[in-house]
């Protein structure tokens, strides 16, 4: 095994960036700019639970920070730097060459730029670790417990092909390589939202990746504010890669499906213009998906306004749906 | 098993300190002191690897948290907070509480309280992924490129115990159970020097923790410097719980015993009297093992001053000697 510190310099030792001190020293140190707090979130990566063991390295390498900086982006935080540390069951450095470019285009795209880590071996499998750093001005930072009665409730991007395309993956649905080829993005390279995050800082009120699910995270947002939420089924961005899926399917995969990283978000009503504009901006579509109510209950309303029975649960876990 | 969201609730969620938000949202937030850095590192932990199948959970919770701590000692700054990663092969509640006791102990002690973290099962093997966040003014930062010619090398503690007990444990030295009682405790309890590395920065050039030995370590310091060394060896502390053992043995636990958590800096002449008094203010043992030199080797004098032949190596992790 070439040693540590060979692997760590060639493919993980970039120049930090201009008042920085980086990859190579005990810790790594950063300035946060006046006023404004140190967000911070980390991650857990384990082969087979987490990503297949035969994934492309390239979008692990991607997706690795992806998740992290999508914690940032729900928080409204600007990217400062991140920290990776991998427990390798073996060196094999075309892999590591390839997850090393996918995680530092993530880097570079995101201004996250890897500033320190660890690395080790791991007989028992791969291990990814991966800890982000950013600023938030506290006052407009998007808490959890923020959410308001009256609040529009809103979702980025689409919903429901990393469900789809895990199910495929995994043989949970029958094997079908149109339908995987146009969902198999979503699940491997998540585009996490940091730019419409950041401009949202100080317009919402509350937000979170609904990377457990949308009921689920939701619920979190709901719970930490003491509220409850409507959503109207036919306003949810269901994506048009998924036309001809069975209705429950594919409302599974809206409502329950995890691994996503578009951010669900509450802001008061009369901010509606103003998030539209923020959301063209930050190239994301964005869609008004429901209200918060007083009342602490999650409701889900049909087209004729009635509630749908059996709401599917979200999951802990990539496996445990 | 438990739900994630559970077993964070029960055995990690702590009150966050004032000013900080904690556990239970898509970030920690914290603010850092006017004028000052914020000092990060992150250390994996692999079962197998780096801890024995069996440890004491409770050992073993405090380690985690001790070995992260110590970089930031190493930096000279003052802790702010941890997040804790960690990946489960399986959920034993006993197990789980009294690893929590030992982590939260060390985080009281060291001023570092747990404000985040992410937890998964994980069939492959328990893992255990730590960072810390301290503060630092940047220009009183320990870096280990700021070793100068004529700068006396200080060690921390004593030498040898914590790789002497990991023979013994790995059945790599016949049993002896009473040098185990003797030495355990360097290896499963090790006592990072948060308080000596603060008061370290300003004072001292350059410092880092000796977590791959002595000589690997200094090493990185006389390559980021641009200079080498010159150690006595009849002034290392070798600890007097090793006595008996035979030369060679002893010699290659002080010089290349990894996982010690005590400091390596090294300080200008002159203030040979203020890190004594520092050093007795953070009750905390330290020696003069030696000289940087201009000249870019690292040699060990033997009591005659001749150079000690085929110096050990450090490695690079601890089952890797």
Redesign the interface.
Known sequence: MA???DLIDRYFKRKAPAGM?GV?????????P?GM????????L?????FFADVDPRALGHKSLAVNVS??A??G?QPIGC?????LPQVREPWLAAFADGFHAMALAAGCPL????T??????L?I?V?V??A?Y?QA?????AARPGDDIWVSGVLGEADIAYRLLSGQMPADDALLARTRAALEWPQPRYALGQALAGLAHA???ISDGLLQDLGHILR?SGVGARLRMDDLPVSPALAGLPADRLRHAVLAGGDVYELCFTAPAAHGDAIRAAATHAGVAVSRIGVIDADEALVVLDADGAPLPDLPRGF??FRST
Chains 1, 2 share one sequence.
């Open positions: 040693s540590e510190f001190l190579g020293d005990d810790c790594a140190l950063f300035a946060v006046a707090h140190v967000a911070t979130s980390t991650d857990l384990i082969e087979g639970r987490h914690d940032l729900a928080m935080a920290l990776l540390g991998l427990a500033i320190g880590g660890d080790t071996g791991n007989p028992g499998g291990a670790s800890t750093f950013g938030v506290p930072a998007l808490r959890r417990d937000a979170i990746d930490a802990d876990h």
